[in-house]
Structure formats: structure tokens, C-alpha cells
């Protein structure tokens, strides 16, 4: 069965230090998601992603974030300086169409220190 | 804004019993969707049960089935027949009809399940 795929599984990093977070969506899925979860709180929608441009960010998404879909296969989340409370679990998610089901990626633990 | 809320942290139910989730949400929108999301330790969320809000009848699928109750604003999950493999970490989340992929999501309920 088809599934959304994460790596790296577990990142740890520096305060100040640019991430990616890779994400191999389902092959034939046009819309792209990153969520995130901090420990012992809810998951929230970070963004979403159709036809190469962001059609929808929450307020978490700020400057620092940016995604992109550099290959037609690869959906990536760019932290470019990483502060403590970046710390997180990241989950990558996409969906056939804007109101298909979402299928979700295990998720990449991010650990800045 | 909206919101989804699961009062119930953890949940235990002995293999074969059922076992009902809870799950409220706040919102002043007619037109949206509830889904019940399973996450298995170390796996990824895979979605369990959806329900329109414009329908009535309330969704079920094989042993799950979800009481919804409009007006209160009310979302529960209900296992029957519950196997040592429903043992997750289950989510309630809501979405508008036109949001697309926005999931609004609860606190989780950590359901296990004792042979």
C-alpha cells in the first residue's frame, strides 16, 4: 500500500542552525501538508501546499519556514534558524484532492538544543 | 475560532469489550467535516472514521461507529469488539467543508486494550 514517507526520523540540531525535513508524498497525491506536534500538546496545521505554491499557512508558518517540491517527488520543510522552541514532532500528509482523505508520514522528530 | 477537545487522556478497555472515546468541538460554521484518527506507537496517523456534518445518519465502518450529535457539539468513538491491535494513540479532528487539508485537531486519547 502506497505511503507518505519522513526522513529523517529523528534530527537533532543546534539553536540557530538551518533543518530540512524531507517528505516523499503518495505518487499520484496533488495536495501537501506539514503539521507539527510539540510534546504533550495538539497537532497544528502549519501549512499546505498545490501546484508548487502555498495555498494555505497558520500563524506558526512565519518567516522562518519555507517548503518547496524541488523534484516532483520530494515535499520539504525548511526551518532556516532553528530556536529551542522549534522542537517538535513534524508530520508530512497529502491528499488526492483538496477534500480527499490525508495520509500521514510517521512524522520527524526535531530536537534543537 | 474553532476547536476540538478530548477530555479523556487515557482509556483502557479489556480485549472484546467496547469502549467509547469522547470528543467535543466548538464551532459556529454549519458546513464541516469529524474524523477519528488512529495513531499506533512509532506509526503514522491513519484516518478510522469521517463524518459529514450535513448528514444525519452517523458514520460507521466494521467495529467502529461514531455517536454525533450535532446541536451538542458532540463527537464520540465507539469500538466494539476491541482487539489488542486497536491499542493507539486515537485523535478527534475536525475540518471546514472548503478548508481543505486544515485539520483542527484534539488533545488524543491514549486507548489501551487488556488481553
Known amino acids: 500500500e502506497p505511503e507518505v514517507t519522513q526522513t529523517p526520523s529523528h534530527q537533532v540540531t543546534q539553536m540557530g542552525q538551518e533543518v530540512i525535513l524531507r517528505c516523499v508524498p503518495i505518487s499520484n497525491h496533488l495536495y501537501f501538508y506539514w503539521y507539527r506536534q510539540i510534546l504533550g500538546q495538539k497537532v497544528e496545521f502549519l501549512v499546505s501546499?498545490?501546484?508548487?505554491?502555498?495555498?494555505?499557512k497558520s500563524e506558526i508558518f512565519d518567516d522562518q519556514f519555507s517548503v518547496e517540491r524541488p523534484d516532483g517527488s520530494n515535499f520539504t520543510l525548511k526551518i532556516r534558524s532553528t530556536k529551542l522552541e522549534d522542537s517538535a514532532m513534524y508530520f508530512c500528509?497529502?491528499?488526492?484532492?483538496?477534500?480527499?482523505?490525508?495520509?500521514f508520514g510517521e512524522g520527524s522528530r526535531l530536537t534543537v538544543l | 475560532a474553532q476547536t476540538v477537545t478530548q477530555s479523556q487522556p487515557e482509556m483502557s478497555v479489556q480485549e472484546a469489550e467496547t469502549v467509547t472515546l469522547s470528543c467535543t468541538y466548538d464551532t459556529s460554521e454549519s458546513d464541516y467535516y469529524l474524523f477519528w484518527y488512529k495513531q499506533p506507537p512509532s506509526r503514522q496517523m491513519i484516518l478510522v472514521i469521517r463524518q459529514e456534518a450535513y448528514k444525519q445518519q452517523n458514520a460507521t465502518e466494521n467495529r467502529f461507529s461514531v455517536n454525533f450529535q450535532k446541536a451538542a457539539k458532540s463527537f464520540s468513538l465507539k469500538i466494539s469488539d476491541s482487539q489488542l491491535g486497536d491499542a493507539a494513540m486515537y485523535f478527534c479532528a475536525y475540518r471546514l467543508y472548503n478548508q481543505g487539508g486544515k485539520l483542527i485537531f484534539g488533545q488524543g486519547t491514549e486507548l489501551s486494550v487488556k488481553p
Open positions: 501546499f498545490y501546484n508548487n505554491e502555498i495555498s494555505e
Open positions: 500528509a497529502s491528499s488526492r484532492g483538496e477534500t480527499g482523505e490525508l495520509f
